[in-house]
């Protein structure tokens, strides 16, 4: 992939495409691309941090992980899709990864190491403001799926994160418009995202279906009617 590529890629993202020129082609210049294959992990929760990383193509799952007993259990936080960053949090605290990453599908990704990291930061100290940009985008994000998880009913869940998902979560430039009508997503993966079952999933989809909003295929959502979907999700249009 020529770099030219890659820059029209993450240029779709809201945060890279406002960032100073010079961070622009910094990043650019010393990043590296990344293959993985359907499950891969790029890290794990307690590693070292290793830099920042945004995917080109395919998509990567943010997880949390517990171990209760004989019994383990798993939370999908979120899907990562192109051309949206991830890995931020280590570069202010300097603590160990949160959370695991692991490829959902073959995925490409860009990775810039903490050692470059820490040194355009030292030579332009204002870039701080840059990266806390990135990181404030995700605070954002947390708080509002904090708050819907505390107040709306699972149905209006789903239909906002379906949404939130079609739009990039509103952190890519082309988030005014729905860029990705189909989601390739599981339900499976949406239950544990929502930590629901699989079969109330299931049946809100149906539901959803049923009234003309999405239409199910395997592995995939396409989504029909983006107004209608936003009433569900209680979002004024």
């Keep these: 992939m020529q770099t030219h590529n890659i ?12 960032l100073p020129g010079n961070l622009q082609q910094a990043l650019l210049k010393h990043g590296a691309l990344r293959q993985f294959q359907n499950g891969q992990r790029l890290f794990s929760r307690g590693d070292c941090a290793d830099g920042l990383y945004a995917v080109l193509s395919g998509s990567v799952q943010i997880v949390g992980a517990s171990k209760h007993g004989a019994e383990d259990k ?12 991830f890995g931020e949090i280590c570069l202010f605290d ?16 860009f990775h810039v190491r903490q050692a470059l990291l820490d ?18 985008q995700k605070v954002r994000l947390i708080f509002g799926a904090i708050e819907d998880a505390a107040l709306l009913p699972t149905p209006t869940r789903l239909a906002r994160r379906l949404l939130q998902m079609a739009e990039g979560y509103g952190i890519r430039s082309d988030s005014g418009t729905v860029s990705a009508r189909t989601l ?7 239950s544990a995202m ?14 959803l279906e049923h009234e003309g909003l999405l239409q199910l295929g395997r592995g995939n959502i396409e989504i029909l ?5 936003k009433r569900k999700a209680e979002i004024t249009i």
Excluded at 74 to 85: M, Q
Excluded at 197 to 206: A, E, F, I, W
Excluded at 225 to 229: A, H, I, S, T
């Design 119 to 136: 040194q355009l930061i030292s030579e332009n100290p204002n870039y701080w403001r840059e990266f806390g940009l990135l990181l404030t």
């Design 94 to 109: 300097r603590q160990p990864r949160t959370h695991d990453a692991l490829a959902d599908g073959p995925a490409t990704v």
């Design 7 to 18: 820059q029209q890629i993450l240029n779709r993202g809201k945060w890279f495409a406002n």
């Design 74 to 85: 798993h939370v999908i936080l979120t899907l990562i899709d192109p051309p949206d960053w």
């Design 194 to 207: 929502l930590s629901i079952s699989r079969q109330t999933v299931n049946q809100m989809l149906k539901e």
């Design 225 to 229: 009617n983006l107004e209608g979907l």
């Design 184 to 190: 390739h997503v599981s339900q499976e993966k949406l």
